[in-house]
């Protein structure tokens, strides 16, 4: 194995997916433990978390003993949290801390059973290989409805694929709307370890607060999030029709 082949594997060993996975939710009660096809939604995260080539180990952070029972029955590694954290960041961290083996982390949402092992690996590879804090996933959008949607998040970036901002409003305002691209962002992250537990021990910021969008503390406070283009459009479960249609697509 050649120097820099090694030091990619070493990466690999360093590297961590953890699944922030709360029990309550406002619009869909205990959503991580409704089952299709034989399996709770938490196990056909964790199984797809598990395809990806890039990272050695995959945690489940929770904050439930439902949760827990849940994924050691199915044979996943889980860890209890604190159920006071307001964030899956916050989660992650308290699981990063715990182990100093982990130098990069991949914030996998627990609710996302669509998220292709594919794109997990092209976000810690992104990482990997950059002197990015955080990356992240954005894809082409052209529905105005989804353009003017505060529940579709916005993002515009540099040349070199580099956050500049993200929003809930439109952007770029479309002032020669002939010109405007626009671009949605999906919300899984990779992280450096020492980035992760930066964010999170740094108070909101006022843009955060205003948009209700955690990853703007980072740029508030000058970290530099990459950005990776894909055209994965995953449907995440938060309502119970979101369900209904992720069941109807594995049951047939």
């Known amino acids: 194995m050649n120097s820099e082949n090694n030091i990619q594997a070493q990466k690999v060993q360093k590297t961590a997916i953890i699944i922030p996975a709360r029990l309550n939710s406002s619009r869909l009660k205990n959503k991580l433990l409704l089952v299709a096809k034989n399996k709770p939604i938490i196990q056909w995260v964790y199984e797809a978390a598990s395809k990806a080539k890039l ?19 199915f044979g996943g590694n889980v860890e209890m949290t604190s159920d006071e954290h307001k964030s899956g960041s916050d989660r ?8 100093p083996e982990i130098e990069y982390i991949l914030n996998l949402q627990g609710d996302e059973p669509q ?3 594919d794109v997990i690996d092209s976000l810690i590879d992104a990482l990997h290989n950059s002197d990015a804090d955080i990356s992240t996933l954005v894809r082409k959008i052209t529905s105005k409805e989804q353009i003017e949607s505060p529940n579709c998040v916005k993002c515009v970036f540099t040349k070199d694929n580099l956050a500049l901002y993200f929003s809930r409003h439109p952007i770029p305002y479309p002032r020669n709307a002939e010109e405007a691209e626009y671009f949605a962002h999906i919300g899984m992250y990779a992280y450096k370890k020492e980035s992760l537990l930066k964010m999170t021990s740094l108070p909101m910021a006022m843009i955060e607060k205003t948009e209700s969008l955690e990853q703007l503390r980072a740029l508030y406070n000058g970290m530099t999030i990459k950005i990776i283009q894909t055209n ?3 449907v995440g479960i938060d309502t119970i029709q979101d369900f209904e249609k992720f069941k109807n697509i594995v049951e047939g």
């Open 92 to 99: 992650i961290a308290e699981v990063a801390k715990r182990h």
């Open 55 to 73: 990272a050695s180990q995959v945690i489940v952070a929770c904050d439930s003993k439902e949760i827990y029972d849940t994924v050691k029955a």
């Open 232 to 234: 994965l459009n995953p």
């Open 115 to 117: 998220m292709s092992p």
